[in-house]
């Protein structure tokens, strides 16, 4: 199917003739989104703009049915949220179009992108929907497709230049700048050409011309980037005198919301000369989306220009980008012809290094694994600004390299809802904002969570929001809650990007940490938990802090976020031994309890212990005060052992630490934690 010019609709090879412009309307919209389900409300939206029908449902049920007749049953299917169009994405060619744009970036700097390039370009046919009578499409779908579309082209004129092919190029680049007179990235591509072909005049008099349109249309001079084209040309200099200023920030998310205070962080830690900064958190927490909005933000500082690139550390597909080829992105983004890229890593480097020195740019580097990774891809100079987003903490750029390290939180409830609001508006919030409430706490101030439920509730605007989070109350339990179709997005695929990179002994803590009763835990009782040292148990916490799987909520207490315990309780239920487990987390609390105790009343009568199962490492308690200490500390996660022991039958050490733990009570006169302790051990012991 055809949707980049005049719609053309084919079947078995034969062409159909859709006569009615509501059918080619529906057509195009279950079109651009082949293979995931249409709302009926988004299909009312694009077929009527006006005049809706009293009964939409029944009206589009009739026109899906004609369009059945025409392209067969088998293709649109029926949902329970609306209607798909089954079909492989890649026979539409406005999707083939940017799989292709998407597949050339990652390619970029090798000879697969101009290949990938010249494939997208060839779908183009003309102004996309031609023929397709519907403001939605015309306005939200294409609009960006021709961006795309004339971004690719500039692309591509950027590779056939540094090939030398300005003499092939010069009429096609002259016809795209008529037909777009206001694109000055198309026009400096033009004067370049013209330059190059030896046609310094036509350039003078095509930059004037486009002087005086700016001026006369907009009220406005030419970018900074194109007067300096202009200089170079009135002083005869060649363009490699004043290459074109790399601009390569990807578009930032228009609902962004919260983190005024790690953008004022950002700028105060550039602001008072960190270089580099790295700006990590755990997986979906919005590293990427602060990033670009700062960096935009930002822009206007690096006149030099900024360069960006997905390192892919964490990507889909399992393959970071090596240093070797995101060097050769940066060099030809900054006017090195491919074949002039130099061959190693370290005489790339040196180039890149050499072309940055006495500039004014931003570089950031997204998604990166390791340190290893981006440290090829630091400028030498102290004008460039480096900005790194990582699931890694990466400190050894932080000792080495003197980084700055800005650890990104979860979201307020309060920025949760904005969030929630920009992508839903304020009025359906309103209207039930205790749901709306819910949500945000379920979603546990995450924003990849929230956005995922934010574009559930925008693809149903009939569905209410408590039945959205009442779908939603499974996520305590199944991580599924928050599965997409999309690996980028899908909750448990983006979880396990970092978890399948883990050790195998810090992926079995991982696991185990899950099946600890309370809300937070000790190194200590890490080591036990695993059956580990402590000097072990230290270093596997430490490796899950730094992917931020954990997060260290107190001073030497760790836990996990709500979303991150789903996942890894998930995980823990193919933990074998789970018996044993259990046994040493109640243990090493149990023999704890018990040395506290004796701690804090010397002449506590308690029954008799049996010698620790073995991996268990109580804690070490030298005095009364840290026996206090101690108790104070891990109260609720006693009373959760105490629940958990009697849940998973261990009642002769429920009924055993019951009382230890009651001379803690004693000693605070707590007779609420006296009435909740009374209950166990009897129950425990009557089972």
């Not at 007749?69 to 169009?85: A, D, K, Q």
């Not at 390039?117 to 003309?126: K, N, S, T």
């Not at 037909?179 to 005049?201: I, V």
């Not at 009651?662 to 009374?678: I, K, N, S, V």
Request: aromatic share 4%; proline share 6%.
């Amino acid at each position: 199917m055809a949707l980049l010019g005049p719609l053309e609709v084919w079947r078995d090879d034969a062409s159909v003739a859709l006569s009615s412009h509501r059918l080619r309307t529906l057509l195009a919209v279950l079109a651009m989104a082949a293979g995931r389900t249409v709302s009926v409300d988004q299909l009312v939206v694009a077929l009527w703009a006006d005049d809706v029908p009293a009964n939409q449902r029944r009206t589009v049920q009739t026109y899906i049915s004609r369009l059945r007749h025409e392209l067969g049953s088998e293709v649109i299917r029926t949902t329970p949220e609306g209607y798909r169009l089954d079909v492989d994405p890649d026979r539409i060619d406005a999707l083939r179009f940017r799989r292709l744009l998407g597949d050339a970036t990652l390619s970029r700097g090798t000879r697969a992108e101009l290949d990938l390039l010249e494939q997208a370009l060839a779908l183009w046919r003309g102004r996309p929907f031609d023929g397709v009578d519907s403001p939605a499409l015309h306005g939200a779908k294409a609009t960006p497709l021709v961006e795309l579309h004339l971004s690719a082209v500039e692309r591509w004129i950027d590779l056939g230049l540094a090939e030398g092919r300005h003499a092939e190029l010069v009429a096609e680049v002259q016809e795209l700048a008529a037909r777009h007179p206001l694109r000055e990235p198309l026009w400096a591509r033009l004067l370049l050409t013209l330059d190059r072909c030896g046609r310094q005049a036509e350039a003078l008099a095509g930059y004037e011309r486009l002087r005086r349109r700016l001026s006369e249309d907009l009220g406005v001079d030419p970018s900074p980037e194109l007067r300096r084209i202009h200089l170079a040309l009135l002083k005869g200099d060649t363009w490699q005198a004043t290459p074109m200023a790399p601009r390569q920030l990807p578009p930032g998310v228009a609902e962004f919301a919260g983190r005024g205070d790690a953008l004022k962080e950002l700028d105060r830690l550039f602001g008072e000369g960190s270089r580099t900064c790295v700006l990590t958190g755990a997986p979906g927490v919005g590293k990427t989306a602060l990033a670009l909005r700062w960096a935009h933000r930002a822009a206007e500082r690096f006149h030099d220009g900024q360069l960006h690139i997905d390192l892919q550390g964490f990507g889909p597909s399992d393959l970071p980008v090596r240093p070797d080829a995101a060097l050769s992105a940066f060099l030809q983004a900054m006017g090195v012809p491919p074949q002039r890229v130099p061959q190693g890593l370290q005489a790339r480097a040196a180039l890149y290094r050499t072309m940055l020195a006495g500039k004014r740019m931003l570089v950031v580097l997204d998604n990166a694994r390791d340190a290893e990774q981006v440290r090829w891809l630091l400028p030498g100079g102290a004008e460039c600004t480096v900005l790194i987003t990582s699931r890694q903490g990466l400190s050894s750029l932080v000792t080495t390299e003197g980084a700055a390290l800005l650890t990104l939180g979860v979201l307020s409830r309060e920025e949760s809802l904005e969030l929630l609001a920009h992508r839903l508006g304020h009025e359906r919030l309103g209207s039930d904002r205790g749901a709306a409430e819910e949500i945000a706490d379920l979603c546990a101030g995450l924003p990849l969570a929230l956005a995922i439920v934010a574009g559930r509730a925008a693809a149903g605007p009939s569905f209410p929001l408590g039945a959205l989070a009442a779908d939603l109350r499974r996520v305590r339990d199944d991580i599924g809650a928050l599965a997409t179709r999309d690996a980028l997005t899908d909750m448990r695929t983006v979880l396990s990007r970092s978890y399948d990179l883990l050790p195998p002994d810090v992926a079995r803590l991982f696991r185990l940490l899950a099946l600890h009763p309370g809300p937070d835990l000790t190194t200590a009782a890490a080591a036990s938990l695993a059956g580990v040292d402590r000097a072990q148990a230290a270093r596997l916490l430490d490796t899950l802090l730094d992917a931020h799987l954990l997060t260290e909520v107190a001073p030497g207490r760790f836990g996990f976020h709500p979303l991150l315990h789903t996942y890894a309780r998930e995980l823990a239920r193919v933990v074998p031994a789970h018996r044993e487990v259990a046994r040493r987390a109640i243990e090493h609390y149990l023999h704890t309890t018990y040395a506290a105790a004796r701690l804090l009343e010397p002449g506590t009568r308690l029954v008799a212990l049996d010698p620790p199962a073995p991996g268990v490492r109580p804690e070490r308690l030298a005095n009364h005060r840290q026996a206090t200490t101690w108790l104070r500390a891990e109260h609720s996660v006693l009373h959760a052992v105490l629940r958990q022991a009697r849940a998973d039958g261990f009642h002769a050490h429920a009924v055993r630490l019951a009382p230890a733990l009651a001379a803690w009570c004693d000693c605070r006169a707590e007779r609420f934690g006296h009435r909740a302790l009374d209950h166990i051990p009897l129950t425990s012991a009557d089972s």
